[in-house]
């Protein structure tokens, strides 16, 4: 794992290139001689970090000494931990609410009647889904929900959505929200979450005017795409059914700050599947259920490489869907996972797709392979 540190210079430069302006307004106290003073304010995102009490898969030892508090650590598009000036991440947040995501966001709407094909679609077209591209009220729609970096192409969307129509008929909207995310600045997507959350908000809205049901309707989303479905969920103006939250981000996001982040009660069933915790992702459990593969923090496979544990969370959902008697076993908090937990046992993910009436609640233990199939013999058998 490699950390580094990018000079405030080469990050203004590269925001300025972004088309992210730095603003300093002349009634800001921005010139005292510590930044300490000048960005603490409301930014106790910025102390993240402290949610894991000490334990973290990041070594700090590697880090420079910093005193005066100037910097964060913060991920790099590799997935790896850089030193990023607090002065970045205070204008990404004063900046973040200009992100036009009405305007840039995009869907792609898939189902078998288009032969699986997707049909994309700006956010002022969702209103002719049922008139014209086989959009049908009575099946169940799967929203789903990329994160940081991520586009059409991540395995959240285009493979996802294949998977759940190969299990039924389904209609399934992806959300598109690359322009918002493709910025090598981890704080800048960060703070565009709350715009795309309320489009996807004001889309599912539209959804319930058709006279699609509250319980229809449920969403998955990865890393930011976790969060962005959890502010979604607050802000409809009816609970939908569920939303499924695969490893969601920690960066800039705090336990005591629910209305930030993705929450139990966002939804009426809300699962959480963690598999990079003390890093990329959220290892505290935030949701009805908290499933912890492998313990939730290193995934089997994956050696050093925080990414790839980050994105075992969309691997092993996705084979949930189709996975039969794969069992997690229930522990008593996230102190104590292992696998001789004896509280109970469930199937991993999936619970939606199977349309199970009874969803579990708590926390689990569940082992996986370190290849694919992930989901293989039976998983925690115990």
Not at 119 to 131: G, K, M, N, T, W
Not at 281 to 290: E, L, P, R, S, V
Not at 315 to 336: I, P, T
């Amino acid at each position: 794992m490699c950390l580094h540190q990018t000079s405030l210079v080469d990050q203004f430069n590269l925001m300025e290139a972004l088309d992210t302006p730095i603003v300093f307004p002349e009634d800001d106290d921005y010139f005292r001689s510590s930044l300490t003073g000048r960005f603490a304010l409301e930014l106790d995102d910025l102390e993240y970090e402290l949610d894991n009490e000490g334990d973290t898969l990041v070594p700090q030892i590697l880090f420079p000494r910093d005193e005066e508090q100037n910097f964060v650590r913060l991920p790099d598009q590799n997935g790896e931990f850089e030193i990023v000036s607090r002065m970045l991440v205070h204008e990404s947040r004063r900046n973040g609410s200009t992100f036009e995501a009405a305007k840039y966001v995009k869907f792609r709407f898939f189902a078998r009647s288009n032969n699986y094909q997707p049909v994309e679609l700006r956010f002022d077209q969702i209103q002719f889904l049922p008139d014209h591209h086989g959009f049908k009220m009575a099946l169940p729609t799967k929203i789903l929900i990329h994160g940081w970096l991520g586009s059409t192409d991540s395995e959240v969307i285009d493979p996802l959505a294949k998977e759940y129509l190969d299990q039924g008929d389904v209609n399934v909207i992806a959300v598109d929200w690359e322009k918002g995310a493709k910025t090598l600045l981890y704080p800048v997507a960060r703070y565009r979450v709350p715009q795309v959350a309320d489009v996807v908000a004001a889309t599912i809205d539209k959804l319930l005017e058709f006279g699609q049901s509250s319980d229809q309707i449920g969403m998955v989303g990865h890393s930011l795409g976790a969060h962005i479905a959890g502010l979604a969920g607050k802000k409809t103006r009816q609970k939908i059914g569920y939303i499924v939250g695969l490893d969601p981000a920690s960066p800039l996001f705090r336990v005591k700050k629910p209305h930030e982040r993705l929450s139990a009660d966002d939804a009426q069933y809300v699962e959480v599947i963690h598999t990079n915790g003390k890093a990329l992702g959220f290892f505290k459990n935030i949701g009805t259920t908290d499933f912890y593969p492998n313990g939730g923090t290193s995934q089997p496979g994956c050696g050093w490489s925080l990414s790839c544990s980050h994105q075992r969370a969309v691997d092993y959902f996705k084979e949930s869907l189709k996975a039969k008697g794969y069992f997690a076993n229930r522990c008593a908090d996230v102190d104590n996972l292992h696998a001789e937990c004896s509280l109970g046992r469930v199937e991993l993910g999936g619970f939606e797709a199977r349309r199970l009436k009874g969803k579990p609640g708590g926390v689990y233990f569940v082992h996986t392979a370190p290849n694919k199939p992930f989901l293989r013999s039976g998983g925690t058998t115990r």
